[in-house]
C-alpha cells in the first residue's frame, strides 16, 4: 500500500503545473523592465544578455523600411486540486494560467525603440460544473 501510494503522489508532483518559454519573464515585472529596457539605449545585445534568444523574430514595416523585433513568451498552467479528485473531476475541473509577452522593436541602429509587456492571468473552468 505504500508503494501505491508513493507512485501516486510521484505522478501527482510531476502533473501538476506545467510551463513552457522563457523562465526570464516569470521574475520581470513593468517597473523593473522600466529600469532594464531604456528607449534609444538598450541594444540587441542587451536584450539578448538579459532574456537570451528569443522565442521568434520578425520584420514589420514602418514607413515603408523594414524595422525588426524580438517576441520573448512564458506560459504557465497549473492545475486545481479537484482535478485529481476521481469522478468528481468530470463534474468540476479547471487551471490557473498565466500568459506573459515581452515585444521588443529594434531601430535601424539596433537599439530599442519600444517595448510592449503584457502579464496576463486567467483562471479555465471545465466540466459540467465548471462552466
Avoid at 541594444?43 to 532574456?51: H, P, V, W
Wanted: net charge positive; aromatic share 10%.
Amino acid at each position: 500500500m505504500k508503494k501505491l501510494e508513493m507512485i501516486m503522489l510521484s505522478c501527482l508532483i510531476l502533473a501538476a503545473c506545467s510551463s513552457s518559454g522563457n523562465p526570464e519573464l516569470k521574475q520581470m515585472s513593468h517597473s523593473q523592465l522600466k529600469t532594464s529596457i531604456v528607449q534609444g539605449v538598450t541594444t540587441k545585445q542587451d536584450i539578448q544578455d538579459m532574456f537570451g534568444s528569443p522565442n521568434d523574430i520578425q520584420f514589420h514595416n514602418e514607413n515603408n523600411v523594414s524595422r525588426e523585433y524580438w517576441e520573448y513568451r512564458y506560459d504557465s498552467r497549473t492545475p486545481h486540486a479537484m482535478n485529481y479528485i476521481p469522478l468528481l473531476r468530470t463534474l468540476k475541473r479547471g487551471a490557473d494560467l498565466r500568459k506573459i509577452r515581452l515585444i521588443v522593436f529594434f531601430d535601424e541602429n539596433d537599439k530599442v525603440k519600444r517595448y510592449t509587456f503584457q502579464d496576463a492571468t486567467d483562471v479555465r473552468k471545465e466540466g459540467w460544473l465548471g462552466r
